[in-house]
């Protein structure tokens, strides 16, 4: 049996005071989220572990997601936030670096309110740095944010990247371009994943339907291949608008029916595996 990971969820403590998004008129996610609350969810689909997402653009968020990995196995690793336009980003990296299971950092083009700051020269000498390391890098990008992203990735073509949340296309209205067009001109780099996570909370929440994701998902597996995309819930977010076990059903019933027990292994753990360098938590020597 290979690696089950779900690839994208979150933790957070409201009282940190890092989340300025999460809000009292929200009530599905104002509260506390903890290793304790998601672990019903993995045992009942048997993944192994999840990788732990920041969801604040702090450091001191980033530490606190790695003390919550010191105590809990099913964090297989951490994704955290560091500031390329501060000029000791480098230092702080390397902090974090320190951790066994700090695994990357996430760049949150979503909230710029100009994502063309990315194209500065600094940004992209910075990130080619990150490039050379093969350091893996989430991108949060929105559908209108993804020609900036793909100019981005054009000045750093090694970079060893993952697009979260399938670049967030319109899911509501259902449009497909231009998201289809820039997205699949991002899959053209080789060294380049995408996530099939967050796909409900694009939707009309709680009154989406299967067919709402189904050409998006799609669009994206042949564009990528069974061999560069991850599920991921989005947990707890995801709870605006279904439940853990809903996203992963939808996402099964969307996929290929062409796709076997090869292609799954893929998408539900070993490309994660592969992507954020993990080791196999059960010692079982499998390879990717």
């Keep these: 049996m290979f690696m089950r ?44 572990g999840s990788i732990t997402v920041q969801a604040a653009p702090t450091m001191e968020e ?13 964090i297989l690793g951490v994704v955290g936030w ?4 501060d000029p000791e980003h480098r230092q702080h990296y390397e902090r974090f670096r320190k951790h066994p299971k700090f695994i990357g950092f996430r760049i949150m083009i979503q909230d710029m309110p100009d994502a063309q700051v990315i194209l500065e020269p600094s940004y992209i000498e910075a990130l080619s740095g990150y490039a050379k390391e093969e350091v893996p890098i989430d991108f949060l990008v929105l559908s209108h944010q993804l020609e900036p992203l793909l100019k981005l990735i054009q000045h750093v073509p090694s970079i060893r990247g993952v697009v979260d ?32 996570s967050g796909m409900v909370t694009e939707a009309e929440h709680r009154r989406w339907s299967q067919e709402d994701f189904n050409k998006y998902v799609h669009k994206v597996t042949a564009m990528f291949g069974p061999e560069r995309v991850m599920f991921g819930s989005d947990w707890p977010v995801c709870l605006l608008s279904a439940e853990y076990g809903q996203v992963v059903d939808v996402l099964a019933e969307a996929l290929p029916k062409s796709w076997g027990e090869a292609e799954y292994a893929r998408l539900f753990g070993l490309n994660a595996k592969a992507f954020y360098k993990l080791k196999d938590v059960r010692g079982d020597g499998l390879e990717e």
């Design 82 to 85: 560091i500031d390329l336009f």
């Design 165 to 196: 949340h399938l670049g967030k296309p319109p899911i509501r209205s259902g449009r497909i371009e231009p998201w289809e067009s820039l997205l699949k001109q991002i899959a053209g780099f080789p060294s380049i994943y995408c996530k099939l």
């Design 5 to 48: 990971v779900d690839a994208h969820q979150h933790y957070w403590l409201i009282e940190r005071g890092d989340y300025g998004w999460i809000k009292p008129d929200i009530p599905e996610v104002y509260r506390n989220f903890l290793p304790s609350d998601l672990r019903p969810n993995l045992d009942l689909h048997r993944f192994d």
């Design 62 to 74: 980033t530490d606190y997601l790695l003390s919550l990995a010191d105590h809990d196995s099913s």
